[in-house]
C-alpha cells in the first residue's frame, strides 16, 4: 500500500512505459508501479549510497531485480535517455529538481514525461518548464497525515509559455474541482500575501510576487 501522496505520483506513470524514479530512497514507488502491472521495467536512482542500499534490500524482498535496477547518479547524470520514458522526481525541493533538470539537455524530448512532485517550490519548477518549452498537462494535490502535497505532469513541446504572475504558484490546480485544491490554493495565497506584506513593511519589494498576490486574491478560488 502506497502512502497518498505516492499514490498521487503513481496515478501520473504512463500505462506500460518504463519509469525512471530519481531520488528513489526506498523505492516503493518503482515497486508499487512493476509489481501492479503499470510499468515493465524500472531504474531507481539515487545519489546516496544509504538510500540507495535500502532500495536494492526493498526490491530485493519483492523479487524485482530482474525488472528494477538501482543506479548511483546525482540527479540525471548517470542515466541515459534510453533508461526511461517517464521520469519521476517526488519528494524534494523545486529549486533542487529545477537544478537537476536543467542540466541536462535530453530533456527535451517530446517523448518522455516528467513527472515532479516538489515538497516546495512549486513556483520554481513551473517557471523553468514554461521558459524552456515544456507543457504542463496535468496537476493534482492530496492530503497525507494533515499536510497537503502537489504533484504535476509535464512533457516537451518546444513551445515557450508566459503566464499571468499567479500562475507560477497556483499553475493547473486552479482547474482542479477537488476541495483539497481549493484549500490548498487559499493557503498558499494567504502565505504569500503575509510574505509580501512583511517584506514590503521591512523596505523591501517582488513586483512579480505582489502581481501574483493581488491576481490570487482576485481568484474564485479564495474567500
Ligand atoms: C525525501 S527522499 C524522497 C524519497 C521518495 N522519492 C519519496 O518521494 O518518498 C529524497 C531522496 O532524494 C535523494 N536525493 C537528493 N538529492 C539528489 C540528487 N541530486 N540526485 C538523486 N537523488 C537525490 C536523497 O538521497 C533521498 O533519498
Excluded at 512505459?17 to 528513489?24: A, K
Excluded at 513527472?115 to 496535468?138: A, K, W, Y
Excluded at 502537489?150 to 497556483?170: D, K, M, N
Aim: charged share 30%.
Amino acid at each position: 500500500m502506497l502512502r497518498k501522496r505516492l499514490e498521487m505520483v503513481s496515478k501520473m506513470v504512463r500505462k506500460g512505459v518504463s519509469v525512471v524514479d530519481i531520488g528513489t530512497d526506498h523505492a516503493y514507488l518503482p515497486i508499487y508501479l512493476v509489481e501492479n502491472g503499470i510499468c515493465a521495467r524500472a531504474v531507481a536512482a539515487d545519489v546516496v549510497p544509504g538510500p540507495l542500499r535500502n532500495a536494492q534490500k526493498n526490491i530485493a524482498l519483492h523479487h524485482l531485480e530482474d525488472k528494477i535496477q538501482t543506479r548511483l547518479s546525482d540527479g540525471l547524470d548517470g542515466l541515459a535517455p534510453e533508461d526511461g520514458d517517464d521520469f519521476i522526481f517526488a519528494g524534494m525541493g523545486g529549486t533542487l529538481i529545477v537544478e537537476l533538470l536543467e542540466r541536462t539537455e535530453w530533456i527535451r524530448d517530446p517523448a518522455k514525461r516528467f513527472i515532479i512532485q516538489p515538497m516546495t517550490h512549486g513556483e520554481d519548477v513551473r517557471r523553468f518548464l514554461c521558459s524552456n518549452g515544456f507543457e504542463i498537462l496535468r496537476e493534482d494535490v492530496c492530503e497525507d497525515s494533515g499536510r497537503l502535497y502537489i504533484a504535476l505532469c509535464a512533457e516537451y513541446t518546444g513551445r515557450v509559455t508566459e503566464h499571468p504572475a499567479s500562475f507560477y504558484y497556483t499553475g493547473k490546480l486552479t482547474e482542479c474541482l477537488k476541495g483539497e485544491a481549493r484549500l490548498y490554493l487559499s493557503r498558499q495565497t494567504e502565505r504569500l500575501s503575509t510574505a509580501i506584506d512583511a517584506l514590503e513593511k521591512s523596505g523591501g519589494s517582488d513586483p512579480e510576487l505582489r502581481k501574483a498576490v493581488d491576481q490570487m486574491k482576485e481568484s474564485s478560488f479564495y474567500c
